[in-house]
């Protein structure tokens, strides 16, 4: 091509004049591999075009200069924030490296305290053991070679328990009586008797319990070698069992749940009943093998359950002992979230709650059927010791004490009480 014809024509022309001069005139390829080499063809020709062509080039360096001038100011604003992003980083590990002392610190405080508030209790049960309260065992021995009663003193003290207006001031831990090996089981003693016996549900379920002559008996030998067997026609199932006038009330929960009245002495089924509460769900969240939780007061028999219809509370029920037909039926303002066990006193439930992470128990819910007193009115009580987890409470009307299973210890509590209308 002449230089007239490159001045005159435009790069794009030209190019192609190229390409097509080359392709046609100096190239005879194959029909198979023609169409590759005419392009290649082409692609080299517009490199020639290209590189001759001073404008193009020079466009190409500007616009290389400005990505040059954006990659340093990109490069500048990323040190600006790397410095920010280490300095911060700095502080954030200084204020953690701050709040990790301070944490210590707490912790030691706090293991402090707890050593002190330890120390503490053992040197209040030292003064109790040094000034005992007469055990349960030794106020039966004084009643025993008492004279008997006078027939006025009699009517006053079954006045009283008819007439109970009292409610629980404080819990004090009493004795306790023996260590088995079963952290889940009942103790109770007939709970409206002068019977001296003793009974002992061992675990959460059986068609077994063991009758102890007296307390003495019970405490002086190792396990239940001197304990007398009593089969029942019917396996028990939880902790929710209780001995009353005579009978043995007892929770059986297959086929349906049914309370069970099994007289003791004959060794017979006196009645038996289906609980008449559908769909039920375990009635204390942190003890999950009870269902139906029986209790005595000076005013009766009494059913503790929960039911799907009311999952977040507890329900109580008062139950005639002769006929186990429902009296009475409540829906309590008591949760079941973290209860761990309850008992009634004078038509009052007290229900006892722990954490899961196993705490002091405490009283943190009162619900009386006579409405004399609520929660915010009662006082706080707490059980002065902790072993584990409080597999039942039973409250004995006669004696004023609560008989507990705490982690395979049986522990006697005395209880202080006061009129509800002092409170």
């Given amino acids: 091509l002449s230089r007239e014809a490159q001045a005159h024509d435009p790069p794009s022309a030209h190019t192609w004049r190229i390409a097509h001069c080359l392709s046609g005139h100096y190239l005879r390829p194959s029909q198979k591999m023609g169409t590759l080499i005419q392009r290649f063809?082409?692609?080299?020709?517009?490199?020639?075009?290209?590189?001759?062509?001073?404008?193009?080039?020079?466009?190409?360096?500007?616009?290389?200069?400005?990505?040059?001038?954006?990659?340093?100011?990109?490069?500048?604003?990323?040190?600006?924030?790397?410095?920010?992003?280490?300095?911060?980083?700095?502080?954030?590990?200084?204020?953690?490296?701050?709040?990790?002392?301070?944490?210590?610190?707490?912790?030691?405080?706090?293991?402090?305290?707890?050593?002190?508030?330890?120390?503490?209790?053992?040197?209040?049960?030292?003064?109790?053991?040094?000034?005992?309260?007469?055990?349960?065992?030794?106020?039966?021995?004084?009643?025993?070679?008492?004279?008997?009663?006078?027939?006025?003193?009699?009517?006053?003290?079954?006045?009283?328990?008819?007439?109970?207006?009292?409610?629980?001031?404080?819990?004090?831990?009493?004795?306790?009586?023996?260590?088995?090996?079963?952290?889940?089981?009942?103790?109770?003693?007939?709970?409206?008797?002068?019977?001296?016996?003793?009974?002992?549900?061992?675990?959460?379920?059986?068609?077994?319990?063991?009758?102890?002559?007296?307390?003495?008996d019970f405490t002086d030998f190792t396990g239940l070698v001197k304990g007398k067997k009593i089969k029942l026609p019917h396996s028990w199932a939880g902790t929710g069992h209780i001995v009353y006038r005579g009978f043995l009330y007892y929770i059986r929960s297959e086929p349906q749940f049914q309370v069970i009245k099994f007289d003791l002495k004959n060794q017979t089924v006196s009645d038996s009943g289906m609980f008449p509460a559908e769909r039920q769900i375990p009635v204390y969240g942190l003890s999950p093998y009870n269902y139906i939780d029986l209790a005595a007061d000076e005013n009766g028999l009494w059913a503790i359950y929960a039911t799907r219809e009311n999952e977040k509370h507890i329900c109580l029920a008062r139950l005639d002992h002769r006929t186990l037909d429902i009296?009475?039926?409540?829906?309590?303002?008591?949760?079941?979230?973290?209860?761990?066990?309850a008992f009634v006193i004078c038509g009052t439930l007290y229900v006892v709650y722990n954490s899961k992470l196993r705490s002091r128990s405490r009283v943190q819910c009162v619900f009386d059927v006579t409405d004399m007193v609520n929660t915010d009115q009662a006082p706080l009580l707490y059980f002065p010791k902790r072993f584990g987890s409080v597999a039942s409470i039973k409250y004995n009307p006669k004696e004023k004490q609560l008989y507990s299973w705490d982690d395979g210890n049986q522990i006697i509590y005395r209880l202080t009480l006061k009129l509800k209308s002092e409170l």
């Fill in 41 to 216: 063809t082409v692609a080299s020709a517009m490199i020639l075009a290209v590189q001759c062509q001073p404008q193009f080039m020079e466009y190409i360096e500007r616009r290389l200069s400005s990505f040059e001038d954006r990659i340093a100011v990109w490069y500048d604003q990323t040190q600006r924030y790397s410095s920010e992003y280490r300095g911060f980083k700095n502080q954030i590990l200084t204020l953690v490296e701050s709040l990790d002392k301070e944490k210590e610190e707490q912790r030691s405080n706090l293991e402090i305290a707890n050593s002190r508030i330890e120390r503490l209790e053992r040197e209040l049960d030292y003064l109790e053991n040094r000034n005992p309260v007469p055990t349960c065992l030794e106020m039966e021995e004084k009643i025993i070679n008492q004279t008997a009663e006078t027939a006025q003193e009699k009517k006053k003290r079954k006045q009283k328990v008819t007439e109970c207006g009292e409610m629980v001031f404080n819990i004090k831990a009493m004795k306790i009586v023996k260590r088995l090996e079963s952290a889940v089981g009942l103790w109770t003693k007939d709970l409206m008797s002068d019977s001296e016996k003793v009974y002992i549900f061992d675990g959460v379920g059986s068609d077994t319990i063991y009758e102890f002559t007296r307390l003495k």
């Fill in 327 to 341: 009296e009475q039926m409540w829906d309590t303002p008591c949760p079941i979230e973290n209860a761990e066990n």
